[in-house]
């Protein structure tokens, strides 16, 4: 008979992606059969019913589908709609319990050949899913503000034209990933990724510029989200006098060689985000610009937070259940573009 030993021992001789697998399917917990528009029914109308289309809360009850679904209809504007409507999960055919087991996979950071696996879908059906959330918690990052003391930087990624290349030409040769950008220093190939925390753990980061950080991705990435009075912490970059001048910001800049100054102020927060980020990427082996923010937000959300991913895995899925099926005006057929790139 096995023991713990022997299958901790087994445990470990599998690769990093086996372990996932294994890991994902003991945390898994289904919601004891729930259906998928059983659950968003009641908890994107916890507050009452709400029109997805002009948000107007006249909703009354309009019938069932064929298929049992319910149906509504707003009073003020006209239109019908099912409690699935421009949320992500519209059309789904798949239970919650399928959507669940997806989710502790974006949490465990698996590949999409893993998470497709596991949950019985195609790896295309896996990829959509996925931008498909991360759409929905970028949105909601951009209402994230900060004050306190706050840390600022950049981290730089190589220019990436991965995926389809029918809407574009390339401006440049392809290359392989993994190899580093031709010229020196910060140039052209590079994208600056801004980047800002607090002392609560609270963060802002988004794609900014091409090469050097300047004053207008600046302006486009924290403008009207960092509170005026803030005490903000930067090195010596030129574009945030400005910038922390227009918008009524303390700043303190870190010199060249030095690391603290009046005993408080430091950028070591800023430069541990970046460095867990950066190894967060270093998994995909290189990622697409047009979906780098994307991949910002999944980072922010899964492991720039305290505590182990077994403590607050219950916290984290209701959170991610709650926030992805629930929030409306969801735009499910867009198309990404690549980032501001000036």
């Not at 021992?9 to 289904?30: F, H, W």
């Not at 909703?59 to 409690?83: A, E, I, L, S, W």
């Not at 949320?87 to 999409?112: P, Q």
């Not at 800023?270 to 999944?298: A, C, D, P, Q």
Request: proline residues 3%.
């Amino acid at each position: 008979m096995p023991t713990v030993t022997s299958v901790l021992t087994d445990y470990c001789a599998l690769t990093k992606s086996e372990q996932k697998t294994v890991r994902a399917i003991l945390l898994s917990s289904a919601f004891g059969g729930s259906n998928l528009r059983g659950y968003i029914d009641e908890e994107r109308f916890v507050n009452g019913r709400v029109c997805p289309h002009c948000g107007a809360t006249h909703v009354v009850r309009n019938g069932k589908h064929p298929n049992g679904t319910q149906r509504y209809k707003c009073m003020d504007c006209g239109k019908r709609f099912v409690g699935t409507t421009n949320s992500i999960a519209f059309g789904s055919r798949k239970d919650i319990t399928v959507w669940e087991n997806y989710i502790h996979c974006m949490l465990l950071g698996c590949s999409l050949s893993t998470t497709a696996d596991f949950c019985g879908i195609s790896i295309n059906t896996a990829f959509i899913w996925r931008h498909k959330i991360l759409d929905v918690l970028k949105e909601l990052a951009e209402k994230e503000t900060l004050d306190g003391i706050v840390e600022a930087d950049e981290t730089f990624f190589p220019v990436s034209y991965k995926g389809n290349h029918k809407a574009f030409t390339m401006p440049r040769a392809p290359r392989k990933h993994g190899l580093k950008v031709k010229k020196r220093g910060l140039s052209n190939e590079q994208v600056c990724v801004a980047s800002a925390v607090n002392r609560s753990g609270h963060s802002i980061a988004k794609v900014s510029n091409l090469a050097r950080i300047k004053g207008l991705g600046l302006q486009a990435v924290y403008g009207g989200r960092i509170a005026p009075g803030t005490n903000i912490i930067t090195d010596s970059a030129s574009a945030y006098k400005k910038f922390a001048a227009d918008n009524g910001l303390v700043l303190h800049q870190i010199k060249s060689g030095k690391h603290i100054i009046n005993g408080i102020y430091h950028i070591q927060h800023i430069n541990s985000y970046h460095s867990h980020l950066k190894t967060f990427m270093k998994e995909f082996r290189g990622v697409s610009t047009k979906y780098l923010n994307n991949y910002v937000i999944w980072y922010d959300f899964v492991k720039y937070q305290r505590g182990s991913y077994d403590d607050k895995r219950d916290r984290l899925m209701s959170k991610a259940l709650s926030t992805i099926f629930t929030e409306r005006n969801i735009d499910i057929n867009r198309r990404p573009t690549l980032p501001l790139l000036a």
